[in-house]
């Protein structure tokens, strides 16, 4: 009993949906089954699949023979991720496995997009470093300590207070070290 889903080609792969009284499931014969708590349960080597635009089928996610889970699309685009409530795309694994956050064409392994964005670390109370872009677009890399003092901070701006020039000189207190020190 149940409802018989057939392949017009191959009758095979024919699959039948019923109901399993005694485990309280719906079930897929081709290994696909809903549980009582509504999870959609797949058996062990297979796989969550799509149709691409072309009607050919890519795979989206499957758990391989070492447990372990495989997120992506078997297809030759990037895979995207959305959020924000309005489906928004937020970060990006390109084709080519460059990584982009604010970008739809990352040029680097890793790519952030837009001043005033960082690459830091925060315990919840305090940064330990920063490194990025502040909103006029000079990249910076700042060091705090435990206290979340800033304690280094090198700017790539003609006015920053600490600063490396073409020429490998350092300043400290003066954007224009004449020197290989200057203080």
Do not use: C
């Not at 799509?50 to 495989?70: F, H, P, Q, W, Y």
């Not at 685009?77 to 928004?88: A, D, R």
């Not at 964005?117 to 435990?146: E, P, R, V």
């Amino acid at each position: 009993a149940g409802i018989t889903i057939q392949d017009a080609v191959d009758a095979s792969t024919d699959a039948t949906l019923l109901w399993n009284n005694s485990t309280d499931n719906f079930e897929l014969s081709h290994g696909l089954r809903m549980d009582n708590a509504s999870h959609i349960l797949i058996e062990r080597g297979g796989e969550f699949r799509s149709l691409d635009t072309g009607s050919n089928t890519k795979t989206i996610a499957r758990v391989n023979s070492s447990n372990e889970l495989e997120y992506g699309w078997s297809s030759n685009g990037p895979v995207k991720f959305m959020g924000g409530g309005s489906y928004t795309e937020r970060m990006r694994v390109h084709t080519n496995g460059n990584v982009g956050i604010g970008t739809s064409s990352p040029s680097d392994l890793l790519t952030i997009s837009g001043d005033g964005k960082y690459i830091a670390h925060h315990d919840g109370t305090n940064y330990a470093f920063m490194l990025g872009a502040d909103s006029s677009g000079d990249g910076n890399f700042i060091l705090h300590d435990s206290s979340g003092a800033v304690k280094v901070k090198l700017y790539a701006e003609a006015s920053a207070a600490n600063y490396i020039n073409n020429g490998g000189n350092f300043g400290i207190g003066t954007a224009t070290p004449g020197s290989k020190l200057t203080v």
